[in-house]
């Protein structure tokens, strides 16, 4: 799911048919059904250019949609089966997850760094091997990224530490150890602080960005999957899949300030600060 604040759309990616559901959020109703690429999964807005980016999964592309028109403007070739994407709408860049890519004998995860003002890729960065395809379950499974900071975070689901990126070298400057299967990442710009969920042990990681020390466990409903941040005021909510309940975390006290029942098996989630 993406949010735009400044135009109070938000937009749903439908795997099964291939297309996105834009949403107003001023009557809650569907106002148009984009066909996309093949399995779109990751979407994230860029307010600043109002264009939406959708990763579509089975075909390497990443769809550009324009959000003036809820048209798609082209399509972006990136990694082998991209799964997550950020938006850094300060610098105009975007970030694509890219879970398989063949190296010499052996798959890397990548990211694709695309220019927002050109919408091509303009550098692909190694983040490791892709020990999934080694039989180990273990690959990327989100993208953060902190304007504020112009450092983007990227999760490894199965316990792989989350690798730290430089956005103005487009270099991996450091890695985050949490042992555990985390799987979703959220930032607040405002705080600086990093919120990764651990679907195994139902927790939320809390990273210190200027540190990079986790600083804070919080406790959450039963496997945290998606998680989105509200700046604004420094709350944390956290989709619990297996529960069917929304988690809300203080960002001041990073304790559980309210569970809230949703619908089955909640998986994504977006903020409209």
Do not use: E
């Amino acid at each position: 799911m993406g949010v735009n604040p400044s135009t109070n759309k938000i937009y749903v990616t439908n795997q099964g048919d291939n297309t996105v559901s834009v949403i107003d959020g001023s009557t809650n109703t569907v106002i148009a059904t984009v066909p996309v690429g093949t399995s779109p999964y990751g979407i994230k807005v860029n307010p600043s250019t109002n264009k939406i980016y959708i990763v579509n999964f089975s075909d390497a592309t990443v769809s550009v949609m324009d959000g003036t028109t809820d048209t798609v403007m082209g399509r972006i070739s990136v990694g082998l089966f991209p799964y997550a994407i950020g938006v850094n709408s300060s610098t105009n860049k975007i970030y694509v997850v890219n879970a398989n890519y063949p190296g010499p004998g052996i798959d890397y995860t990548t990211v694709s760094v695309i220019d927002g003002a050109t919408d091509s890729v303009i550098v692909t960065v190694p983040i490791g091997t892709n020990s999934y395809r080694l039989g180990v379950n273990s690959f990327p499974y989100g993208v953060g990224v902190n304007p504020s900071t112009n450092k983007i975070y990227i999760p490894h689901i199965g316990g792989n530490p989350v690798s730290v990126m430089d956005g103005a070298t487009n270099t991996v400057i450091a890695t985050v150890t949490l042992g555990t299967d985390f799987t979703k990442i959220g930032i607040n710009p405002s705080t600086n602080r990093i919120y990764v969920t651990n679907s195994d042990n139902h927790t939320v990681s809390v990273i210190n960005g200027s540190t990079h020390n986790n600083i804070a466990t919080v406790p959450v409903g039963t496997n945290p999957q998606d998680i989105g941040v509200n700046s604004s005021n420094n709350k944390i909510y956290v989709a619990n899949f297996s529960d069917c309940t929304v988690s809300v975390i203080s960002g001041n006290t990073n304790q559980v300030i309210a569970t809230v029942p949703v619908g089955i098996n909640p998986y994504g989630i977006g903020v409209n600060p």
